[in-house]
C-alpha cells in the first residue's frame, strides 16, 4: 500500500508539473507576442495563439520521466495524430503552424529531421525513411504487424494519413527544446528587456500570477481561456513600474574607444574636431570630443536595435539639442562681448557640455550629451566659434545655421 501511495503521488506531482509547464509557455509566449496577438489555453492545443496575423498550435511536453521524442516514443507520434486528426476536422484551420516544446533538452533523430524540413521534397523523403524504419519495404510492409499495440495505435494513423496532409504539417513543424527549467527561461526573456537584474524574479511571480488568476477567471465565467496580447501588456508595463526604477534610464551599451580608435578618428579630420581646433581647445578636450562622440554613436545604434527608443525620439533629442545651444549661444553673447572668439567657443562648449537632457523622457549616461552636441557639430548644425559656419562652410555648400 505505501508503494501505491508513493507511485499515486508521484504521478500527481508529475501531472502539476505538466500542468505548470503549459502555464509557464503560456506566459512565455504573452513575452514574445506583439500588439494584436492572442494566445490560448488548452483551446486548439495545449497552448495556442495567433502571432503576427500567424495561427499556432503547440503540444507541450514535460519529459520529467522519459523522453517524449524518441523515435519509438508515443508521445511524439500521438502528436502528430492528433494534429492530423485536427486538420481533417476542422478543429485546427489551415495554415496553423505547430510547435512541439519539449521542457528537458531532448534529442529525436526524427522530431529534428521532420522540424528541419521546409521544402516538399524533403519533407516526401524524410515520410519515406519513416514508413521504411516502421513498416519495412512496400509493397508487403512486414514490419508493421511487430509494432507495440500502444505505439501503432497513433504510427499507422500517421504514416496511413494522406501524404500531402502529413506535408503540410511536417513543413510548418518546428521542434522546441527547453533547459529543463521553463520559468528561467521566462526570467531570461523579461532580463532581455531594460529591467534591473535585481527585479526580475519579483516581475515574473507578478505576471505569472496574473496569468493563472486571468484564466481561472475566464474558465469560472465560462468563456475560453484566451487572453490578448494588449491586455497583458497593460499588466506588464504596471509590474515593471511597480518593482522597476531603471525604466528611468537608459543603460549603455558603449566602451571607451582603444588608442587604435582615437587615432584612427584624428586621422578623418573630422569636421567636430575641426571645430575645437578653430577655438583652440586643448587636446584633452580633443581627446575627451572623440570618446563621447563614439561612444554615443554606439549607444544610438544599440538602443534602436533593442527597441529602447524610437528614431523619432533622437529627430526631437537633437532639436532640443539645439535649442540648448541656441540660448546658451545669446547668453555667452552678452557675457563674453569684446571678448576672443575663441574664448567665446570655449565657454559656449563648456556651457553646453555640462547640460544634462533627458532622451525619451530618461536619463542617459554622462557621454551621451556631449557626444550628441558632437554629432551636431560634425553636421555644421551646432558650433563653437562665433563665425564656425563661414570658416566651416562644406566643399560646394553652404551652412544653415540659425
Known amino acids: 500500500m505505501a508503494q501505491k501511495s508513493k507511485d499515486g503521488a508521484t504521478s500527481a506531482l508529475g501531472q502539476f508539473y505538466g500542468y505548470g509547464i503549459q502555464e509557464a509557455r503560456f506566459l512565455h509566449h504573452l513575452l514574445r507576442s506583439g500588439p494584436g496577438d492572442t494566445v490560448a489555453l488548452e483551446c486548439i492545443d495545449d497552448v495556442s495563439g495567433v ?25 511524439l507520434w500521438k502528436t502528430f495524430a492528433n494534429w492530423l ?4 476536422s476542422g478543429k485546427i484551420p489551415a495554415g496553423t503552424k505547430f510547435i512541439l516544446y519539449v521542457a528537458q533538452p531532448y534529442k529525436g533523430k526524427i522530431a529534428r529531421k521532420l522540424s528541419d524540413c521546409t ?6 523523403a524524410v515520410i519515406a525513411m519513416i514508413r521504411k524504419e516502421f513498416w519495412g519495404d512496400a509493397p508487403h510492409f512486414d514490419k508493421r504487424a511487430s509494432i507495440p499495440e500502444k505505439l501503432a495505435k497513433h504510427v499507422n494513423v500517421v504514416l496511413s494519413a494522406s501524404e500531402n496532409a502529413f506535408i503540410d504539417i511536417i513543413r510548418a513543424f518546428t521542434l522546441e527544446c527547453g533547459v529543463g527549467a521553463p520559468y528561467d527561461e521566462i526570467a531570461q526573456e523579461i532580463a532581455s528587456a531594460p529591467v534591473g537584474a535585481e527585479n526580475v524574479e519579483q516581475i515574473l511571480q507578478r505576471l505569472a500570477g496574473w496569468v493563472r488568476t486571468t484564466v481561472f477567471a475566464r474558465i469560472e465565467k465560462g468563456h475560453p481561456a484566451v487572453v490578448s496580447r494588449d491586455e497583458f501588456h497593460t499588466e506588464y508595463v504596471a509590474a515593471v513600474r511597480k518593482f522597476d526604477r531603471s525604466d528611468t534610464i537608459l543603460p549603455s551599451y558603449a566602451t571607451p574607444p582603444t588608442e587604435a580608435d582615437v587615432q584612427a578618428e584624428l586621422l578623418l579630420d573630422q569636421t567636430y574636431l575641426r571645430q575645437l581646433h578653430l577655438i583652440g581647445a586643448e587636446q584633452e578636450t580633443v581627446y575627451d570630443a572623440i570618446n563621447t562622440f563614439l561612444m554615443a554613436a554606439t549607444d544610438r545604434t544599440e538602443w534602436a536595435k533593442r527597441g529602447y527608443i524610437h528614431r523619432s525620439s533622437l529627430a526631437e533629442y537633437e532639436a532640443a539639442l539645439k535649442r540648448v545651444w541656441a540660448s546658451k549661444k545669446m547668453a555667452v553673447k552678452v557675457q563674453m562681448r569684446g571678448k576672443p572668439p575663441e574664448d567665446f567657443g570655449t565657454l559656449l562648449l563648456s556651457s553646453c557640455l555640462e547640460a544634462s537632457i533627458p532622451l525619451q523622457g530618461k536619463t542617459v549616461s554622462t557621454h551621451f550629451t556631449p557626444g550628441s552636441f558632437h554629432k551636431l557639430a560634425n553636421t555644421l548644425d551646432v558650433g563653437w566659434h562665433p563665425d564656425f559656419a563661414s570658416l566651416l562652410v562644406p566643399a560646394g555648400g553652404v551652412a544653415d545655421v540659425a
Open 85 to 88: 486528426n485536427g486538420r481533417r
Open 119 to 124: 521544402a516538399k521534397q524533403d519533407a516526401k
Open 51 to 75: 502571432q503576427n496575423g500567424e495561427k499556432y498550435a503547440e503540444q507541450v511536453k514535460s519529459g520529467l520521466a522519459h523522453n517524449p521524442i524518441s523515435d519509438r516514443s508515443i508521445d
